[in-house]
T-cell receptor
C-alpha cells in the first residue's frame, strides 16, 4: 500500500541551527501539507502546497519556515534558525484530489531543539 | 473561529467493552469529517471519512455518525481490543477551492485494559 515517508524519524539540534525535514508523498498525489504536534497538544496546521507554491499557511509558519519541492518526489520543510519551542513532531501529509479526498499522513519526524 | 471539541478527554475501558467518543464542531463551510487513530509517537491513520450527506460510516469495529444539523459526530468502538489503545482525533475540513483546510480536535485518549 502506498504511504507517505518521512526522514529523519528523530532529529536533535542546537537552538539556532537550521533543520530540514524531508517527506516523500504518495506518488500520484498533488496536494501536500505539513503539520506539527507539540507533545501533549493537538495537531496544528502549518502549510499547504500545490502546483509548486504555497496555497495557505498558518500564523505558526513565519519567516523561519520554508517549504520546497526540489524534485518530483521530495517535499521538504526547512526551519532556518530553530528555537526551543520548535520542538515537536512534524507530520507531512498528502492528498490526491480536492475536497473529500483521503488525507494520508507520514509517521512523523520528531524534532528536539536543545 | 473554526473549532473542534472532543469528549471525553480520556477514557479507560475494559477489553471487550464498547465505547463512544464525541466530537462537536463549529467549522464552516463544512466539507467533510474524519476520524483518525493515532498511536503514541506515530502519524494519524484514517478510520472513516464522511461528507455532508452521510450520517453513518463503518470500518470494521468502528462506526462513525454525523449529524450535520447539530454539528456533532460520534465514533463508536465495538468489542474493544487492547490494540485500540490510542488517541482518536476528529478532523473537520473546509474545502478551500481544492486543497483541504482542516481543523483538528484535541483528541480522546483511549486506554483499553485487560
Amino acid at each position: 500500500e502506498p504511504e507517505v515517508t518521512q526522514t529523519p524519524s528523530h532529529q536533535v539540534t542546537q537552538m539556532g541551527q537550521e533543520v530540514i525535514l524531508r517527506c516523500v508523498p504518495i506518488s500520484n498525489h498533488l496536494y501536500f501539507y505539513w503539520y506539527r504536534q507539540i507533545l501533549g497538544q493537538k495537531v496544528e496546521f502549518l502549510v499547504s502546497f500545490y502546483n509548486n507554491e504555497i496555497s495557505e499557511k498558518s500564523e505558526i509558519f513565519d519567516d523561519q519556515f520554508s517549504v520546497e519541492r526540489p524534485d518530483g518526489s521530495n517535499f521538504t520543510l526547512k526551519i532556518r534558525s530553530t528555537k526551543l519551542e520548535d520542538s515537536a513532531m512534524y507530520f507531512c501529509a498528502s492528498s490526491e484530489v480536492k475536497g473529500a479526498g483521503e488525507l494520508f499522513f507520514g509517521e512523523g519526524s520528531r524534532l528536539t531543539v536543545l | 473561529k473554526n473549532q473542534v471539541e472532543q469528549s471525553p478527554q480520556s477514557l479507560i475501558i475494559l477489553e471487550g467493552k464498547n465505547c463512544t467518543l464525541q466530537c462537536n464542531y463549529t467549522v464552516s463551510p463544512f466539507s467533510n469529517l474524519r476520524w483518525y487513530k493515532q498511536d503514541t509517537g506515530r502519524g494519524p491513520v484514517s478510520l472513516t471519512i464522511m461528507t455532508f450527506s452521510e450520517n453513518t460510516k463503518s470500518n470494521g469495529r468502528y462506526t462513525a455518525t454525523l449529524d450535520a444539523d447539530t454539528k456533532q459526530s460520534s465514533l463508536h468502538i465495538t468489542a474493544s481490543q487492547l490494540s485500540d489503545s490510542a488517541s482518536y482525533i476528529c478532523v473537520v475540513s473546509v474545502d478551500s477551492g481544492g486543497y483541504q483546510k482542516v481543523t483538528f480536535g484535541t483528541g480522546t485518549k483511549l486506554q483499553v485494559i485487560p
